[in-house]
């Protein structure tokens, strides 16, 4: 199950000695062993620390994950291509599960260029998209905030396509912390859609459709 | 325990035996060398593995390592290993191989386990039995013409369950460990579930019910939505990915959960309607199908579970006995000498654990090839032929097999079948069979020209780059053993079996036909880190083709990339391939190929032009990639029959777009869901 965290981890100690880690800047090597010595046994996840959008310090897994629904995805302040409209549509998404948000279902963005989008420059992004409360913006060292990419599996195997920020993931991450489910929904598809994906891991959804309440009362 | 395990297979894996290769992009063997390249082995691109080694370590080293350089291929560039110093790091990624196991230990059964027939308790219904604790399906289409109505045979009904076995046994040097498979007659699940011996012109009921354990925690879900791949089937008994049910659940396309589901299996041929007959057209039989888990977006990691397993149907002509006197009959090897095999790739942890990482955007490539659900089994057969019904399960290795002996001496066989339906004519003196997930083949292998006690191998020589779900990679000899055979007795009975020289008629094509028919174009393509078919992903609440009952089209699938191949799997009716290019030029289809299939594994750079009919049912329908890591990351459309002509796509009935518009926009038109703009942002 945890193939990928361990390797995560052990990737430092084993191969990049050997073959890399002169050449690795200190900001990864601290991270990398920072990972071996506090790295949630649990998780899929590296349990970075990041910032939120509100400057609070929290640990990616512990704080944000553990026992937690959770919805994922990338972007960055400065991105004209596709972030725009995918936090657009996450907001509709947001919107459509109201008070589940902060309560059952925890929403999650993290920056693609934690170099330039600090949480001042997050929090500006929230107010200008007119996020509601409830979802987090976030930003760490650019070592850890690639480690965490790469754990919640947002990379393309080809490095051009990996390094071009115009060509970055699409995918929100869903899943359940608490059985261990872990699926992806297009973070562009029809807010229905990902409801959807949400309703599936969410043991509490019996229906999956998106319903609101009127419809939801209708169907009993 | 290691080394004791290690006595156990000579020539396999011994200490030492692997090594991490920066050329390879991965672990490989320290020995194994190139004995044969198949003609297109040349066109490989560098592997995603050697790519993804680079990707980790390239927002730190893309400049020293000179990417741009790196990405171009060379022509005729034919040693694909030699510009691997760039992968020196994804394979960490990679889990480690699995470890050894014991071969040859385990025996399969010498006839395949046949579901019987149940009495239904309660009896199956036309409208979702909810009250009993069905699943808020649509009404069974044609309830009454096909079900109630005295047909060819009586109704039979079959049930089965999904359910979790805690102690299977993939080889003795793994720890029993739990799988998921289906519970038939007698207790307890298995991987493949039983089989189900079906018939034309009978009237069949599958209820499947969802007995996973709900609070199960790792991959794989514990709600089921079970297609039988390749039927002629109304939609509501289709699988519909988002069909998927549990006592606690409902997908979004069922209006309420439920413990069970009745799948109505009508067992008519394709093209009912238009002969008017009461049974279809025979030339449209299908024979090797298999029933799987289609749950949305968890497809692989509940197949990798072990959610299948076969269902063979069987009319006049290839009617199941070798001593029908029928002159129509065939008289193919049958039952216990017609036996199917599930092939799936699977990698297990330093434990002997299966595992699947769930949010690997590659998937996992098993190291290990399960048969029939065990790892290098043994089937011991006797001295006569066989029908051999070969399934690629996936999740996404590709095979090419073939039967040698122990010196690896290549031997032939009789390729009678493809993606399950038998061919116009059989093909003789075969010595090969590609697969892509889920394509099949039926061959027949006459075992009596072997002296008792000769021992064989079903061989996969096709390899993949360590790793990469993507494709495959090239074919080497000898090649990993994946089954012994062992010719160990006489038959009780004479042999009376044949294989003549026509098969099954084939609906010839009709250029006029042709020429009229709608084109639809699919681009398969990658897109935002996943992947798409005409710029889209998958929603299963919408349709992007409406096409009228009874409609002929044409439809081209395209892939305008050189990194991947995808099996594109068309559910509802069987295609004919017109024809393929291969990067803009015209390439002959294979003769395996010229019969009708349900998988089209597109190549890079190239197009199948498919001719598909929509006849008899109605409802939602699917074509997506059946590599199950591309299906999952939304490789799929939705694609309904209507009734209503005003309700069906206007398509331009004009040819295929030329070679230089590859690149282009699609042409299909939809005309629902307007509101949902196309997006395409690579």
Redesign the interface.
């Known amino acids: 199950?945890n193939?990928?965290r361990n390797?995560?981890a052990?990737?430092g100690a084993?191969?990049?000695g050997g073959?890399?880690w002169n050449?690795?800047?200190v900001e990864?090597e601290h991270a990398v062993a920072e990972e071996i010595d506090t790295g949630s046994p649990s998780s899929?996840f590296p349990n970075v620390w990041l910032y939120t959008h509100e400057g609070e310090k929290v640990r990616f897994y512990d704080d944000l994950v553990r026992g937690k629904i959770v919805a994922i995805n990338m972007m960055y302040v400065m991105c004209t291509?596709?972030c725009p409209?995918m936090t657009a549509n996450l907001r509709k998404v947001q919107q459509m599960l109201g008070e589940r948000v902060g309560q059952d279902v925890f929403m999650y963005s993290i920056t693609l260029q934690p170099e330039i989008d600090r949480p001042q420059h997050l929090k500006e992004y929230v107010e200008q998209q007119r996020i509601l409360p409830g979802w987090k913006f976030l930003t760490g060292s650019p070592a850890d905030i690639?480690r965490l990419r790469?754990?919640?599996?947002?990379?393309?195997?080809?490095?051009?396509v990996?390094?071009n920020l115009a060509?970055?993931?699409?995918?929100l991450?869903v899943?359940n912390d608490r059985?261990?489910?872990?699926?992806?929904?297009?973070?562009?598809?029809?807010p229905?859609?990902i409801i959807?994906?949400i309703n599936?891991?969410d043991?509490a959804?019996?229906?999956?459709?998106?319903m609101s309440g009127d419809a939801a009362v209708h169907?009993g | 325990m290691k080394a004791k395990f290690l006595e156990h297979c000579p020539g396999t894996l011994k200490p030492g035996s692997w090594k991490?290769s920066v050329k390879a992009g991965g672990w490989e063997p320290i020995t194994g060398e190139v004995e044969e390249k198949e003609s297109r082995g040349e066109e490989s691109r560098r592997s995603?593995?050697k790519?993804?080694a680079?990707?980790?370590?390239?927002?730190?080293?893309?400049t020293?390592l000179g990417?741009a350089a790196r990405?171009r291929r060379r022509p005729d560039d034919d040693e694909d290993d030699e510009d691997d110093d760039?992968g020196?790091?994804?394979?960490?990624?990679?889990?480690p191989p699995s470890p050894a196991t014991i071969p040859w230990q385990i025996e399969l059964p010498t006839a395949i386990d046949q579901l019987q027939p149940v009495v239904l308790d309660p009896p199956p219904m036309a409208v979702a039995n909810t009250a009993a604790g069905e699943a808020g399906r649509a009404p069974h289409q044609r309830w009454n013409e096909l079900y109630e109505t005295p047909r060819q045979y009586p109704p039979v009904h079959y049930e089965l369950s999904a359910k979790e076995n805690p102690a299977w046994v993939f080889n003795p040097a793994y720890p029993p460990q739990r799988i998921w498979g289906y519970e038939g007659n007698t207790s307890g699940a298995t991987t493949p579930g039983p089989t189900i011996f079906a018939r034309y012109g009978q009237p069949t009921i599958l209820r499947m019910h969802n007995r996973l354990p709900q609070?199960?925690?790792?991959?794989g879900?514990p709600?089921i939505s079970t297609h039988l791949h390749n039927m002629h089937t109304a939609s509501e008994s289709d699988g519909f990915p988002?069909d998927y049910y549990s006592v606690?659940?409902?997908?979004?396309?069922l209006?309420?959960?439920g413990e069970f589901k009745d799948h109505f299996y009508a067992n008519i041929y394709a093209g009912y309607d238009e002969l008017q007959n009461g049974i279809g057209d025979p030339r449209e039989a299908l024979g090797t199908l298999f029933y799987h888990d289609h749950t949305?977006?968890?497809t692989a990691p509940n197949v990798v579970r072990g959610l299948a397993g076969f269902y063979l149907i069987f009319d006049h002509i290839d009617s199941g006995d070798e001593r029908d006197p029928s002159p129509s009959a065939l008289r193919l090897p049958s039952y216990p000498y017609d036996y199917p095999l599930d092939f799936g790739d699977r990698i297990f942890?330093q434990n002997g654990i299966m595992?699947w990482?769930?949010?690997?955007?590659?998937g996992l490539l098993g190291d290990k090839v399960i048969v029939n659900g065990y790892i290098e089994p043994v089937l011991r057969v006797a001295a006569r032929k066989y029908r051999l019904r070969l399934l690629n399960g996936g999740p996404s290795r590709f095979y090419e097999f073939y039967l040698v002996r122990p010196n690896n001496v290549v031997q032939t066989f009789t390729y009678i079948g493809n993606d399950g339906n038998l061919l116009p004519a059989p093909l003789f003196n075969q010595y090969k069979v590609r697969l892509g997930v889920t394509e099949r083949a039926d061959i027949v292998v006459d075992f009596s020209r072997y002296p008792l006690g000769t021992e064989l191998y079903l061989v996969n020589r096709l390899t993949h780059r360590p790793g990469e779900t993507r494709r495959p990679k090239d074919v080497r000899a000898p090649g990993d053993r994946l089954l012994k055979i062992i010719v160990d007795r006489y038959p009780p009975e004479q042999d009376l079996s044949q294989v003549p020289a026509v098969l099954r008629e084939l609906r010839p094509l009709d250029p006029a036909e042709i020429a009229a028919a709608p084109v639809r174009r699919w681009d398969f393509d990658r897109?935002?880190?996943?992947w798409a078919v005409n710029g889209e992903?998958f929603?299963?609440?919408?349709a992007d083709a409406k096409i009228k009952q009874g409609g002929v089209e044409v439809w081209e699938l395209f892939s305008i990339d050189d990194?991947w191949s995808h099996p594109i799997h068309i559910h509802f009716e069987e295609g004919r391939i017109i024809s393929k290019t291969v990067e803009g030029e015209e390439v002959s289809v294979p003769p395996h190929e010229l019969g009708r299939k349900d998988v089209f594994v597109l190549n890079e750079i190239s197009s199948i032009k498919v001719l598909l009919r929509f006849r008899d049912f109605y409802g939602k329908y699917v074509m997506h990639c059946h590599n199950l890591i591309h299906e999952?990351?939304?490789m799929m459309v939705r694609w309904d029959v209507v009734t209503d002509p005003n309700l069906a796509d206007q398509v331009n009935e004009t040819v295929a777009a030329p070679e230089e518009e590859l690149a282009g926009p699609p042409v299909e038109p939809s005309n629902d869901n307007a509101p949902?703009q196309r997006?395409r942002?690579?």
């Open positions: 199950m193939t990928r390797l995560l052990g990737m084993v191969a990049l073959l890399l050449r690795l800047p990864l899929y291509g596709a409209t690639r790469y754990g919640l599996g947002f990379y393309d195997p080809v490095p051009e990996d390094n060509t970055h993931t699409g995918m991450r899943g059985n261990q489910r872990w699926t992806m929904a297009p973070a562009l598809a029809d229905e859609r959807t994906t599936h891991v043991g959804m019996v229906h999956t459709a998106y169907l | 991490i995603f593995l790519l993804g680079a990707a980790i370590a390239a927002p730190l080293l893309l020293s990417s990405s760039d020196a790091l994804l394979l960490l990624l990679l889990p609070d199960h925690v790792g991959f879900t709600e988002s606690n659940k409902a997908g979004p396309t209006a309420t959960p949305f977006d968890f942890d595992i990482d769930q949010v690997n955007p590659e897109a935002n880190g996943m992903f929603d299963p609440q919408r990194g999952d990351h939304a949902r997006r942002n690579r």
